[in-house]
């Protein structure tokens, strides 16, 4: 029998990596590796420089990048993180006497070298990062203007981008009137005096106004998209992160509520990168129209000045309807998706247990629904609009009507009048769009609420929170006096729970059904907090540990297997840091992932669907098996983790697992008795206590006990 050897599990650091660690602990914001791999965002896995601003902006540091040359360096831009060539860097820690550069190199160990600058310009990029420490705001608060308000700092960090589309539209509004102008005196001096000549000069001088409002209004929209784009990726970012890392106790609602929630964001998205943003600059510069057809038409003015004023009203009366149709939309919405979601899930069951009918009811109610609010949404906005163009219509013949007397009188001229019409009809376009602007700003913010509710729930990673670095652990366990409650419900899970394993030892959860076992697992994983008591690994309360060392210091296998769409290779490095195929292929062999996967000629490019549908009970609970050893964590727990396979698969895992995991912790939660075979200790839990603890030799006393206590009631 060859032996199952782990190979060495600690990735190195990479050279960008280890720079950001020691610039944080060097300016006393300590970050941990748990940190700086969650930040990852690089298609292999790797930190990337946007990683390095994001993850030290947290930590509460002021970060900027950009170009700069290495004879700009002085003694006041320290620590400073240079990039080199190769994907490497240094830190730039200043100058001695003779002009050499002291620079912290991972590649030369800890310490802190002198080099040459001839010899660092060789590689050196010519891009670095600056940092500093963040003294204007209390950190904790969350309130830095870097990484404060999700929503908010992403737009703050857009104002220049929103500040020239203001003065694009503003100009491209004054370019507006030039047409109108260009009417008038072609009307009232051109046509009179036949100044041929002064029409071509007023032709070429309206046509390049035409051009610059032409290429304003392209930039215009350049400028929404570009500001868009970055919002876009700032705030996009930072949703899906709380998404990670939200608590278990504050997830609130269906899967499919929550996902409605999330695409809420597009809605948000579009408001500030559409046509509607525009409507809403041009907004102001109505009095800018009012005013010049004063100054063309004097008393003309007094009926658009009226019109508006109704439009605008007309909008303030239906925003509390709209904005309460837009919430119940938005509930219907999320009804809507969560049965979508429940169908699309459970796709399978339904159709063995012949569930059709009932799920098509809920669907159908939920359409009707949202069906009845856009109807009537569609209706209050479409009688805003029919308003708006009737009044739109009547401002325009009524100032023909009105302004045919005045010319009579020798008040107006011709082409006053009709430049009063045009920019009467120039003032009230951006009134046209009301109606649906409404709307959609108040879609926008319901979206905004809905999104920002989720945004404060409670997460695993609160800004500027400082964890205790475990990247190793011996694997000592401890419950002491756990009592908790899931949420929303009356009755404890735990109650007053206490024990401890020791480091190495093989330790068995057993009880009956709702006993409070796997509320143990979630528990010792971080997932909840006890209500009293703690948790500890070590001896340090979990509490105090940065959730993902904590996650990598305990592989899991939960009751519920989840796998990834992606190839099994993909499934099982998930949770690792940059996972070698030696790991990879010493984790499915002892999983037994390779009993089922060696015949297939894609081997661990697999490619899985969703769930991994198309995989067996038993070969799922295998690649998540191998998913939790990969890292070869100090601590193994396993909730039910050979339930789904055959007799003779199960007894060939728990063979290779027994002997690949001598020196592991192993906290087992089962009803299976196969299992056993793998601890040397049973702990029996009755009604969210301990009832029970000892070696497995107790637990066939304590099945005696039973039957006697049977045989004397029966008797």
């Known amino acids: 029998m060859t032996q199952l050897k782990p190979v ?64 700009d360096f002085d003694e006041v831009l320290v620590p400073a993180l240079l990039l080199l060539e190769g994907k490497k860097a240094v830190v730039f820690h200043g100058r001695t006497i003779d002009g050499q550069l002291l620079v912290f190199d991972p590649e030369l160990g800890d310490g802190i070298g002198e080099v040459s600058a001839d010899k660092l310009s060789r590689t050196y990029t010519g891009c670095a990062i600056l940092f500093r420490r963040n003294h204007q705001k209390d950190v904790s608060a969350g309130d830095d203007p870097e990484t404060g308000h999700w929503f908010w700092s992403a ?18 509004n004054l370019l507006g009137l030039s047409t109108s102008i260009f009417i008038m005196v072609v009307y009232d001096r ?18 390049l106004a035409l051009v610059f409002d032409f290429i304003l209004k392209l930039l215009r929209a350049g400028f929404i998209d570009r500001a868009g784009q970055k919002a876009d990726m700032l705030m996009g970012r930072r949703v899906f992160d709380q998404l990670l890392n939200i608590r278990m106790t504050s997830r609130t609602g269906s899967t499919g509520a929550m996902t409605s929630t999330i695409r809420e964001f597009e809605t948000l998205r579009e408001f500030f990168t559409s046509a509607t943003l525009v409507a809403l600059v041009d907004l102001p510069f109505i009095a800018l129209f009012l005013f010049v057809i004063h100054q063309v038409g004097g008393p003309l003015a007094l009926i658009p000045a009226f019109a508006v004023p109704i439009v605008l009203l007309t909008g303030v009366a239906i925003q509390p309807l709209l904005s309460r149709l837009a919430e119940q939309n938005f509930a219907d919405g999320q009804s809507k998706q969560s049965v979508l979601v429940e169908a699309v899930s459970g796709l399978e069951t339904i ?12 669907w159908e109610n939920a359409m009707e629904r949202q069906s009845l609010h856009g109807t009537r949404s569609r209706a209050v906005t479409q009688f805003a609009l029919n308003l708006t163009g009737f009044t739109q219509q009547a401002a325009q013949v009524l100032i023909v009507f009105y302004g045919v007397f005045l010319i009579a009188d020798g008040q107006a001229s011709m082409g006053a009048l009709v430049a009063s019409v045009m920019l009467t009809g120039r003032a009230l376009a951006p009134l046209g769009q009301l109606a649906q602007t409404l709307t959609r700003v108040n879609q926008a913010r319901s979206a905004y609420r809905n999104l920002n509710a989720l945004m404060q729930a409670e997460s695993e990673r609160p800004e500027g929170r400082n964890w205790i670095s475990r990247s190793d652990c011996e694997g000592r366990i401890s419950f002491e006096d756990v009592h908790f409650t899931y949420p929303d419900q009356a009755q404890d899970a735990l109650a007053g729970v206490t024990f401890s394993i020791e480091p190495g030892e093989k330790v068995a959860i057993l009880g009956p059904i709702g006993s409070g076992k796997s509320t143990i697992a979630r528990l010792l994983l971080g997932l909840y907090q006890p209500r009293s008591g703690s948790v500890m690994l070590d001896g340090v309360d979990i509490r105090q540990v940065d959730p993902g060392d904590l996650r990598r210091n305990v592989g899991s296998v939960l009751q519920d297997i989840w796998l990834f769409s992606g190839t099994v290779r993909e499934n099982i490095g998930s949770g690792a840091i940059r996972p070698r195929d030696e790991d990879l292929i010493w984790a499915g062999k002892v999983a037994g992932v390779e009993d089922f996967l060696s015949r297939h000629p894609n081997g661990y490019d697999l490619k899985l669907a969703e769930r991994g549908e198309g995989l067996s009970g038993g070969q799922r609970q295998a690649i998540a098996l191998a998913r939790a050893l990969i890292g070869q964590p100090p601590v193994l727990l396993l909730d039910e983790p050979t339930s789904a396979m055959d007799v003779q698969t199960e007894t060939e895992v728990i063979r290779r697992l027994k002997q690949a995991t ?25 009604g969210g206590r301990v009832g029970l603890d000892g070696p497995k030799s107790v637990l066939t006393q304590h099945a005696r006990k039973a039957r006697r206590h049977l045989n004397v009631a029966a008797s």
């Open 155 to 172: 737009m703050v960090a857009n104002r220049w981008s929103y500040t020239q589309v203001v003065l694009a539209a503003a100009l491209a």
């Open 190 to 207: 051109v046509l009179p005096n036949e100044a041929t000549e002064s029409l071509i000069a007023l032709t070429m001088g309206v046509g």
């Open 8 to 71: 060495s599990k600690e990735p190195a650091l990479s050279s960008l990596e280890a720079c950001a660690l020691h610039i944080a602990s060097h300016l006393d914001r300590p970050m941990t590796i748990a940190a700086l791999h969650a930040a990852h965002s690089g298609a292999v896995g790797e930190l990337t420089i946007r990683d390095v601003l994001e993850v030290t902006q947290k930590a509460g540091l002021q970060a900027g990048y950009g170009k700069r040359s290495l004879r």
């Open 662 to 686: 001598q020196d592991t912790t192993m906290v087992i939660v089962t009803h299976r008795a196969s299992l056993l075979e793998l601890v040397d200790r049973v702990i029996v839990i009755e």
């Open 351 to 362: 159709k063995t247990t012949a569930a059709g009918r009932p799920m098509r009811a809920r």
